[in-house]
């Protein structure tokens, strides 16, 4: 059974808010040990730490306070004469902060007396009592952390009990050793944590008689309080460290969103959804403070705008306006435009647009970052029929409702598929957002079926299903007809927000030494499941044995103008295989029997392009200016996946105008097309260019070509156009056509 910590959350509903008494036992029998092991002392106070800074962290509303025993001296209101002695109220009931934490790492320290356990129950009590007057609290709670080795009277036991009961406060005790140790059952543990942690030995002849005797009282204690269960909120140090190894997640409360669900204009449902799954962000509370003051008071941020100019003349802030780039244009944008230009809506919106089939409705196009669950109004019979017959007829028709949908009248509008969703303790509908024409990314492959060489062998399919089958993570017994989920996400805690509080918690305890390495159990938490791991292994053997790997080494082949440019009288049948072979390396002859290629398309405009050149009834300037018009009509469009075209298009033109001597065509093209980058500020476009390293034909790869070597090398580089120039093009009004340049 696992420990159910109270106070961290795990008992009461998120928003309930609890006064939390922590009742340390710092006495000196607290530091005995074993030879290499941790002392009680020490192992206590790494609970405390790991509950508080769970709290801290979790931004908790609960309030703690720390009352020690055993300590040398005495602190508490109800010390007198010979009562209550050693015993210290080190801190009040308050929000638990850093300074919590600090005090329990470097403060407490181990105390030379005995105090009786149960005298600092009561002090625990009376701390409740006189500092939640006033206040609001849901729960009160005393967590006691002792090695039961201190002398203790039990006079006052049943009084003690009586007053626990009455006041309602709940306790739990946390001792060195497991109760279980008794039996042979052991310590109660947890699984699915996969964390190795040392387990303290303590042999039942370690155990001392006083300890044995405390144990019967704290058995006592708990079992008049809350039955049999009052032993399941007894915990060994080792048990809980485990329990609370990570960070508690960020407690959110449900709000209720109501609204209307609309059906056309005549039928209208009362609603309230739920925030299902949301993602969860670290809360942004980085601010800018003194580096040596560490005070955010003594930094002043102020913004100046100024002109650029040689005075760095300041601009008034109202004299500015908001800006919109636009090509290479900026489009001046008020305050009072931006307002106007929003879409107004009347209110908050979930209105049904229509319904399809929920095959239609792929899993991949859901997207946002947050899952709704809607249900009928609370106390409304209406509603709750109403909605639970649109429920069960788009589930008996395997079918959804498109919704537009808008969280009020600021936000932005939304279209989105509501699903039915039917449980036995509930039922509702679940909406999820579904994408614009804008957020969808078409991405273009070439097909691997119609390929030869990366047909995979029937070998391999076998081998990789067995590795599919071997990595399942989900084991069914096939006797007791259950289903097991070996890696359940939805209980991983997120590692990012783990790394980021065990460093932001260690800055704050030791401001001067480095960040500590992850720690383990951050790291075994993305591991696979050991069942798993071991299961994959003869799949993975295989898959190596059948898809070897074999290092990949790029020759990259010296194509000198000599084995471009043959001798066009050179004769014989030789001759004729060199030209066909050379044909055979841009492109398929048989291509050219592959339908009726008229003109240069947009869909495999290169390929077009090199059949059109071979054609006799069109010449090498009409095919390239077919080509141009393509390569300004990808640019156009300013998207990655038409520059990667028409840089397809660039390399054809280029091979082809060497092969057909036309390499003064090609030349002009590239400088017109320069000029036309630096224009329309396409800088990104050629960073491609420059990167595939395509610029002008030179004498060495031509020999009717007038450019160097050296000239071509240096076209690449993309020079900036002097202010003069640029004014004269923006005065003249459009740039001229690509086509017209050249």
Avoid at 25 to 45: H, I, L, R, Y
Avoid at 211 to 234: A, W, Y
Avoid at 567 to 590: A, V, Y
Wanted: with cysteine.
């Amino acid at each position: 059974m696992k420990p159910r910590l109270r106070g961290t959350g795990n008992m009461a509903p998120p928003g309930n808010k609890a006064a939390v008494v922590l009742c340390m036992d710092v006495g000196f029998a607290m530091s005995n040990s074993s030879p290499g092991e941790e002392s009680p002392f020490e192992q206590a106070k790494k609970v405390m730490t790991m509950f508080v800074q769970r709290q801290v962290f979790a931004e908790s509303k609960d309030e703690i306070a720390l009352v020690l025993f055993g300590t040398d001296g005495t602190e508490n209101a109800l010390a007198q004469a010979d009562q209550y002695q050693n015993i210290t109220v080190h801190r009040h009931l308050m929000l638990p902060d850093f300074d919590l934490l600090e005090d329990i790492q470097s403060k407490i320290q181990p105390g030379s007396q005995h105090a009786d356990v149960l005298d600092a129950l009561v002090v625990c009590m009376d701390v409740i009592q006189q500092e939640t007057v006033g206040k609001k609290f849901d729960k009160r709670h005393i967590e006691v952390f002792t090695d039961l080795s201190s002398p203790f009277s039990k006079d006052q036991l049943d009084v003690i009990i009586h007053n626990l009961k009455q006041s309602g406060i709940s306790l739990q005790f946390f001792l060195p050793f497991p109760l279980g140790k008794e039996d042979g059952t052991g310590d109660r543990g947890d699984g699915n944590l996969r964390l190795d942690h040392h387990e303290p030995s303590f042999p039942q002849k370690g155990i001392t008689e006083q300890q044995k005797e405390g144990i019967e009282v704290v058995k006592r204690v708990m079992i008049s309080l809350e039955g049999e269960d009052g032993l399941d909120e007894i915990y060994s140090f080792s048990e809980s460290l485990r329990q609370l190894c990570v960070f508690k997640k960020i407690e959110r409360r449900s709000v209720p969103w109501p609204c209307q669900l609309t059906i056309g204009s005549h039928l209208s449902i009362k609603i309230v959804a739920y925030k299902s799954i949301i993602q969860e962000k670290i809360k942004k509370t980085w601010t800018v403070v003194d580096a040596r003051t560490l005070k955010k008071e003594d930094i002043q941020k102020e913004t100046v705008y100024c002109l650029n100019d040689d005075d760095e003349t300041e601009v008034p802030k109202e004299d500015t306006i908001q800006g919109f780039r636009y090509g290479s244009d900026i489009v001046p944008f008020s305050k009072v435009d931006e307002e106007q230009m929003k879409y107004k809506l009347e209110g908050k919106c979930f209105s049904v647009l229509g319904f399809c089939r929920s095959s239609q409705v792929q899993r991949k196009f859901f997207m946002g970052n947050q899952v709704l669950k809607v249900f009928a109004a609370k106390d409304d019979e209406a509603a709750a029929v109403a909605l639970s017959s649109l429920i069960h007829a788009l589930d008996e028709l395997n079918m959804v409702a498109i919704v537009r949908y808008a969280y009020d009248k600021r936000a932005n509008l939304q279209v989105g598929v509501a699903f039915p969703h039917i449980k036995d303790a509930y039922e509702c509908l679940v909406y999820i957002q579904l994408p614009f024409m804008e957020d969808l990314r078409q991405y273009m492959f070439s097909s691997l079926k119609n390929n030869k060489k990366y047909t995979p062998t029937e070998a391999q399919l076998n081998a990789v299903d067995a590795l599919i089958d071997s990595m399942s993570l989900v084991k069914k017994d096939e006797e007791e007809d259950t289903i097991e989920d070996l890696f359940p996400t939805t209980k991983i805690p997120n590692p990012e927000f783990q790394r980021f509080f065990q460093c932001l918690l260690h800055r704050a305890l030791y401001p001067q030494e480095p960040l500590p390495p992850i720690q383990q159990h951050i790291l075994n938490m993305l591991d696979p499941p050991t069942e798993v791991t071991a299961k994959s292994q003869i799949a993975l053997s295989e898959i190596k044995t059948l898809f070897p790997l074999t290092e990949a080494i790029k020759k990259k082949d010296q194509i000198t103008a000599q084995d471009i440019f043959q001798d066009n009288h050179e004769e014989g049948p030789d001759s004729k295989k060199r030209k066909t072979e050379e044909g055979d390396i841009h492109f398929s002859i048989s291509s050219m029997t592959e339908g009726s290629v008229t003109s240069v398309g947009s869909v495999n405009p290169a390929e077009n392009f090199r059949v059109l050149v071979r054609q006799k009834n069109a010449s090498f300037e009409e095919v390239s200016h077919q080509l141009i018009s393509r390569i300004e009509q990808f640019l156009d469009t300013n998207e990655t996946l038409y520059f990667m075209k028409s840089m397809d298009c660039i390399k054809a033109f280029r091979e082809e105008a060497i092969q057909f001597s036309e390499e003064q065509r090609f030349n002009s093209f590239l400088k017109a097309l320069q000029e036309k980058v630096k224009m329309k500020q396409l800088n990104h476009f050629w960073e491609i260019v420059v990167q595939d390293g395509i610029t002008l034909i030179s004498k060495d790869e031509a020999s009717g070509s007038s450019v160097t070597a050296e000239e071509a090398k240096k076209f690449l580089a993309l020079e900036e156009k002097p202010d003069e120039e640029a004014a004269i093009y923006e005065e003249g009004g459009d740039v001229d056509d690509l086509l017209d340049m050249i």
